[in-house]
């Protein structure tokens, strides 16, 4: 299934307050397989902070569509095509001022800087 996640959601379960994130969210609303909750069986979870049913994630600041899985088994085929590559992602984002194309492409990495975390460099 695929969930909108609103900007400035985490996707991981945060130690102090785990009940403030989208994985918390979705195993309050939806019947989500409670394998995908064990650490042993998915490894997203392993060292604290996983991200449970969620295929994959988005950084906090980003707002978009998440895709989900309610069994384990889905969410291995679906990471496996993650692994693999097979996964095309897309990002629309909006520019406050005026822009010399009305459309275009950014065809290169953006990062964050280690040194400032807050701060996104191109």
């Known amino acids: ?4 996640k ?4 985490r996707c991981q379960l945060p130690d102090d307050h785990p009940e403030d994130s989208i994985v918390s969210w979705l195993c309050r609303q939806y019947e989500i397989d409670p394998e995908l909750m064990n650490e042993e069986l998915n490894p997203a979870l392993s ?3 996983g991200f449970g049913p969620m295929c994959h994630r988005l950084d906090k ?22 692994q693999k590559e097979q996964v095309t992602k897309r990002y629309v984002c ?4 005026i822009c010399a194309n009305d459309s275009g492409m950014i065809d290169s990495p953006i990062r964050v800087r280690r040194t400032e975390k807050r701060e996104f460099h191109r």
């Open 1 to 4: 299934m695929v969930v909108y």
């Open 6 to 9: 609103p900007a400035f959601y």
């Open 47 to 49: 060292g604290g902070g």
């Open 94 to 97: 909006l520019v406050d001022g």
């Open 61 to 82: 600041q980003t707002s978009g569509p998440v895709l989900i899985a309610r069994k384990l088994e889905s969410w291995k085929f679906i990471r496996r095509q993650f």
